[in-house]
């Protein structure tokens, strides 16, 4: 299924690249959600992560030409959305405290999650900002370590080190939680 999805996509960014209308509808519906939960999840607050991923979204028409490879959409596209949440976030940081905001938001399910499931999207919120974001797109978005590199415009080893010190965190967070009666 997953295999589909990604043919799907990299079918809609060739066609968004020609200026397809439907095209890039079809991939701001499918891409659009995950950039917005990336972005609520760097910046706390829904509707500056609504306008970024806005801005975003024109950026990325305006370059999709620059990208060499279909398949690295998605790291590349969550990449500008990252650059538009520093911007805002460096713009706000004299006027708020980002940690204090930050609200759990979490892609629609058909399913509600599980109570584990629950516990631990509640662990990674609780997080800093670039942990849980590190955290979200290697384990939940399912980027390998390359992309989510590229998506967070940070070297591989930074992703490591800030996945090492999230699972430390989150194992300490979560410890006895899944014990057995």
């Given at each position: 299924m997953a295999i589909k999805k990604q043919a799907l996509e990299e079918y809609l960014v060739a066609g968004a690249r020609m200026r397809d209308?439907?095209?890039?509808?079809?991939l701001v519906r499918m891409r659009g959600p995950r950039l917005l939960v990336h972005a609520t999840r760097l910046l706390g607050n829904r509707e500056e992560a609504q306008d970024a991923?806005?801005?975003?979204w024109i950026e990325i028409f305006r370059n999709?030409?620059?990208?060499?490879?279909?398949?690295?959409f998605p790291a590349w596209a969550t990449r500008i959305?990252?650059?538009?949440?520093?911007?805002?976030?460096?713009?706000?940081?004299?006027?708020?405290?980002?940690?204090?905001?930050?609200?759990?938001?979490?892609?629609?399910?058909?399913?509600?999650?599980?109570?584990?499931?629950?516990?631990?999207?509640?662990?990674?919120?609780?997080?800093?900002?670039?942990?849980?974001?590190?955290v979200a797109l290697f384990y939940l978005e399912d980027m390998s370590l390359a992309e989510v590199s590229v998506a967070l415009d940070v070297p591989i080893g930074t992703?490591?080190?800030?996945l090492s010190l999230a699972r430390e965190r989150l194992k300490a967070q979560l410890k006895g939680a899944f014990d057995d009666p």
């Open positions: 209308p439907a095209a890039m509808t079809d991923v806005q801005e975003a999709l030409n620059g990208l060499r490879a279909d398949v690295a959305v990252t650059r538009r949440c520093a911007r805002i976030i460096s713009g706000n940081q004299r006027t708020r405290k980002i940690a204090e905001e930050l609200t759990p938001i979490t892609e629609t399910e058909v399913e509600t999650p599980s109570d584990d499931l629950k516990l631990v999207q509640e662990a990674i919120v609780g997080l800093p900002p670039q942990q849980a974001a590190t992703v490591k080190s800030r």
